[in-house]
């Protein structure tokens, strides 16, 4: 069997592998990752589907673990190239993935599946297992084909007080490994951290004691998908006596999906529209919105903007109830500085107790491992430091190093005799959703957008004589974003005159390279005198 990570391995999201034998596939989920300050303008980041492209007839069905965006957000863009794979989840996650496509005008092949559950796909055999997570319906995915037996462990942490009462499987997971594991993919987002993740039960006080002291209204930040926390907070609400409006396409579309399934608990007449609340004392007022990660358009970086409906104001409190995902750190902190310079007051994971992990820690990748006993391990999900510290724990339990493996985005493992080994690599670059285009912007793009942002762009009119190939008139300057005065690019026609002067010695003729030479002469100009490296854009025209 060939495993090919095509996602999920050396960053935090986008996951996404793919299991292989007798020539048929398995995807086990289709997430996406969502774009660092340094890549403007994308909307959401792809797995790359280009070592499966030709094969999708081969495809036999995509599992999803759970259905938080990381996981499932790819999925309509596969659907896309071929909308009749069947996808496997649990009635939330499928409720969830539902709704998504939808909107992207696609029916699926939907196949409800429960812990404790077996379905057969072509040539594997799955077997789900019960896993707890920050969403309900998690699963754990053993895979049995006539080379041995695969557990995938999906996002999962072993909180033994859960809020929903569904525990992470143990007894389930034991009993695999009496069968005999022959490779263990797990869980490594918080590999680093040590002991056991807290319960979510303990985080009830310290949101209790925002509703106790907030004196206006209540602005709530969460991951659309985190069913779990916004439960505690509209337990919170109720217990004072605040109404509660959802905001956001995203938030208010998963909880009501959340409400009929009977996954999240609302007392008659909590929930109101938002535009009721304007006639409510503030000290009555709850909102529940999307934004924690510091998006540029969701609804709480526009309130901190100034450019939604909801004004922030003077002793409004903020509760930000999530993590920080990596690379969104300076978005996150920025946000909250802009709130807090509005008069608010904002509450977050570094200074109370509001939010708590997913995912196992140190402690319970240890516990799994020794219940599991797998004779190969490949660690998934999380950035290059998270999968060897996760390999680490690995050996420490007894598994052989060298039966440990260490991949990167694109990696393919073939498993053979019982025997797991690196086998190749497939393409695996990250392809960006830009608007309604799908990979078309490249880096080169985003290096553009980027010197557009921080350099601006000048456009240099150039009439030239055809017969000569040299300026018939002065150049024309004209930018945008780049500070200049009446003498700034003085400088800068001497140096396109020098590049004319030898490009006709070189017999240039052609527009568009008239038009490089042009541009690289303005360019090194302005980087040389200036230190700045704005786009610039040259236009010949005939004299």
């Known amino acids: 069997m060939r495993v090919t990570a095509l996602g999920g391995l050396g960053e935090i999201g986008r996951n996404m592998t793919v299991f292989e034998i007798d020539g048929k596939l398995l995807v086990v989920d289709c997430g996406v990752l969502f774009p660092e300050d ?173 509703f106790d002291t907030a004196p206006r209204r209540i602005i709530v930040s969460s991951f659309a998908s985190h069913v779990h926390r916004i439960q505690q907070v509209l337990d919170a609400a109720h217990a004072h006596g605040r109404k509660v409006a959802f905001v956001g396409r995203s938030m208010v579309r998963n909880m009501g999906i959340a409400r009929d399934l009977g996954y999240l608990t609302i007392p008659r007449g909590l929930v109101v529209d938002a535009k009721k609340l304007d006639s409510m004392p503030d000290n009555k007022v709850t909102l529940i919105c999307t934004g924690s990660q510091g998006e540029p358009m969701a609804a709480l970086s526009r309130m901190a903007n100034g450019d939604h409906q909801i004004q922030v104001n003077e002793g409004d409190t903020f509760l930000l109830a999530s993590s920080l995902i990596p690379g969104n750190e300076s978005a996150i902190y920025g946000l909250i500085n802009k709130l807090t310079d509005l008069g608010a007051n904002v509450v977050h994971k570094g200074n109370a107790k509001v939010h708590v992990s997913g995912h196992a820690s140190a402690g319970e990748l240890v516990y799994c491992y020794n219940i599991v006993k797998p004779r190969n391990v490949m660690p998934v999900h999380g950035e290059a430091k998270h999968l060897r510290a996760n390999a680490e724990l690995a050996v420490k339990t007894g598994v052989p190093e060298d039966r440990v493996i260490i991949g990167r985005d694109g990696v393919t493992v073939d498993l053979v005799n019982g025997i797991a080994k690196i086998s190749g690599q497939v393409p695996a670059g990250l392809v960006y959703v830009d608007g309604q285009t799908v990979g078309r912007a490249t880096e080169d793009t985003l290096k553009e957008r980027r010197l557009l942002r921080e350099g601006g762009i000048i456009t240099v009119l150039a009439l030239v004589d055809p017969t000569t190939n040299l300026l018939a008139e002065p150049l024309e300057f004209i930018s945008r974003g780049f500070v200049h005065d009446d003498h700034t690019f003085d400088g800068a026609s001497a140096e396109v005159e020098k590049a004319l002067e030898r490009a006709a010695g070189d017999r240039v003729q052609d527009v568009e390279k008239l038009e490089g030479v042009i541009s690289n002469a303005v360019s090194r100009y302005i980087q040389r005198t200036y230190r700045r490296e704005p786009v610039v854009i040259a236009i010949v025209v005939d004299a």
Do not use: C, W
């Open 38 to 210: 340094h890549q403007p303008g994308i909307d959401v980041i792809l797995a790359d589907f280009t070592s499966i492209r030709d094969r999708l007839k081969d495809i036999v069905a995509i599992v999803l673990t759970h259905g938080h965006e990381d996981h499932i957000g790819g999925v309509p863009y596969l659907l896309k190239e071929r909308a009749d794979i069947p996808v496997i989840g649990s009635e939330l996650t499928l409720a969830f993935i539902e709704a998504k496509l939808k909107e992207h005008r696609i029916r699926p092949r939907t196949v409800h599946v429960e812990a404790g559950d077996t379905h057969q796909a072509g040539p594997f055999e799955l077997e789900l297992v019960a896993v707890n997570h920050s969403i309900p319906g998690g699963l754990a995915v053993a895979i049995r084909t006539r080379a041995g037996l695969v557990l995938h462990t999906g996002d999962f942490k072993m909180d033994q007080f859960p809020l929903d009462q569904r525990i992470t499987d143990l007894r389930h997971f034991a009993r695999l490994g009496e069968e005999g594991v022959d490779l263990f993919l797990t869980d490594s987002t918080n590999a680093e951290v040590a002991g056991f993740t807290t319960s979510e039960r303990e985080l009830t006080p310290a949101i209790d004691h925002v």
